[in-house]
């Protein structure tokens, strides 16, 4: 169901209220850019904390996994609506994506990276929640391990309730958290991304979560209280255990 990544969405809360977000994805794998992001593009720019010493940023882009640039449309009109999004779920008029705290994990429920960027590419609202700008993340990871980014890492994007103002989305492409979990060439791009974009950022693996762990977060806001408790089924807490577990193997630069 191309409806909202992470199958059924099943709000997971004692009083779950609300049915769950939508977002899919679709189409088309385009080129193969090989790593060739360039931060003007996609927004990669290498973060500016002061406590951060130049050799350790070398050592933390030196990370940097392959990624393909697919960008979906992001002009005016839905920039414009992402900061009316925020406004009506956060109180703040801002598509801008600050100093993320979170990245969260999901899995598309297609079976290639074409049909996640068909449905993510159209502004429209989604059928879930029925709601604009259109639903989206900031990377697709292919079964084959490919990472795509679809959106620029400054702009913030629609794919978890509750914490599109701090979260990095990303998608794994499949239909199940095991499925991803198993396929090596998937998980390990996974993996190489997030362990990226975490080192980056600052972000600890206890912020590495699932879509279906998004109630727990500290960093769960909700302005509107039928969606309090709306969240999905994709990558839930045993899984991502597994997954936080995989990734604390690997430290960030220092
Ligand atoms: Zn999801």
Not at 132 to 149: K, S
Not at 164 to 171: D, K, Q, R
Request: charged share 20%; aromatic share 8%; with cysteine.
């Amino acid at each position: 169901m191309l409806a909202g990544c992470g199958a059924g969405n099943t709000p997971k809360t004692a009083n779950g209220a609300a049915a769950p977000a939508s977002s899919a994805h679709a189409p088309t794998a385009g080129g193969n850019a090989a790593a060739a992001t360039d931060a003007s593009t996609t927004g990669a720019s290498i973060p500016t904390t002061p406590s951060t010493s130049a050799p350790t940023l070398v050592a933390i882009e030196a990370l940097r996994p392959p990624i393909h640039p697919w960008l979906i449309p992001f002009g005016a009109r839905r920039k414009r609506e992402m900061a009316e999004y925020s406004l009506r779920h956060y109180g703040e008029y801002t598509y801008l994506l600050r100093d993320p705290k979170v990245i969260v994990e999901h899995y598309t429920e297609t079976a290639t990276a074409g049909e996640a960027y068909n449905t993510f590419a159209p502004d429209v609202p989604d059928s879930e929640l029925h709601e604009l700008p259109g639903t989206c993340a900031h990377f697709l990871v292919e079964p084959n391990g490919r990472i795509d980014q679809l959106v620029p890492l400054y702009l913030r994007c629609r794919h978890t309730v509750g914490l599109n103002w701090t979260a990095i989305g990303i998608e794994n492409v499949g239909f199940s958290d095991q499925q991803i979990l198993a396929d090596r060439a998937q998980i390990h791009a996974s993996l190489a991304l997030t362990r990226w974009l975490r080192c980056r950022y600052g972000i600890s693996v206890r912020n590495v979560i699932g879509h279906n762990e998004s109630l727990s977060s500290p960093y769960h806001r909700e302005r509107v209280a039928a969606l309090r408790y709306q969240t999905h089924s994709d990558w839930n807490h045993a899984d991502m255990t597994r997954y936080r577990a995989l990734l604390a193997r690997s430290s960030c630069p220092r």
